[in-house]
Structures are given as structure tokens and as C-alpha cells.
Nanobody, 115 residues
Framework: QVQLVESGGGLVQAGGSLRLSCTAS????????MGWYRQAPGNQREFVAR???????NYADSVKGRFTTSRDNAKNTVYLQMNSLKTEDTAVYYC?????????WGQGTQVTVSS
């Protein structure tokens, strides 16, 4: 059984910053990918960022240069540092873990960016 618990969401003004965290527990293997997706009201869930256990990263074009993902393998924790936030970044952010061909999701954390 795998559980993902996110934290760090909240309300911030445009131009501000937030840092999200996600800790995985349970049967976590050393080779995996952890990442972030988001879903705004009326929209489909979309990819934001991903970091593999070796450290390689991918980002959606919409967040490149503003968001940075990192991880602490010893703590099974992934982070998403979000800078220069825009109102269009408002969404529920979900943590994602992919390992051994299976995918796991956190419960989501709300990020609201006000103008």
C-alpha cells in the first residue's frame, strides 16, 4: 500500500511564491518518478513537473523558469517550489508517484493565486 500526503497549498498574491511538499509512505521502491499535476475548475488534470529517482526533471512549458521540483530520496519526499505565480496557476495540485508500472495519487492541495 502506498500513500501520498501533500502539504503547502494556500492563498497567495500574483507574483508571490509557494512551496508544496509530498511525502510517500508504504512500499516505496528506489527507482521511481514523482511528480505534480494540477486541475483547475472545468479543466482536465494536466502535467506540471516530474523528477525521477536519478534526478532528471521535466516541466510543462507553462511553468518552465518559474517552478522547480526537487526530491529527498531518504525522506521519500518531493517538493515543488513555485515562484512568480500567476492567477492561471490557480488549481488543485496533486502529487503523483509512478513505480513498477503503477501510478499513485495524493489527495490534492489547493493553490489559489489572487490578482
Amino acid at each position: 500500500q502506498v500513500q501520498l500526503v501533500e502539504s503547502g497549498g494556500g492563498l497567495v498574491q500574483a507574483g508571490g511564491s509557494l512551496r508544496l511538499s509530498c511525502t510517500a509512505s508504504g512500499s516505496i521502491f528506489t527507482v521511481n518518478a514523482m511528480g505534480w499535476y494540477r486541475q483547475a475548475p472545468g479543466n482536465q488534470r494536466e502535467f506540471v513537473a516530474r523528477i525521477r529517482s536519478g534526478g532528471s526533471t521535466n516541466y510543462a512549458d507553462s511553468v518552465k523558469g518559474r517552478f522547480t521540483t526537487s526530491r529527498d530520496n531518504a525522506k521519500n519526499t518531493v517538493y515543488l517550489q513555485m515562484n512568480s505565480l500567476k492567477t492561471e496557476d490557480t488549481a488543485v495540485y496533486y502529487c503523483n508517484l509512478f513505480q513498477l508500472g503503477r501510478e499513485y495519487w495524493g489527495q490534492g492541495t489547493q493553490v489559489t493565486v489572487s490578482s
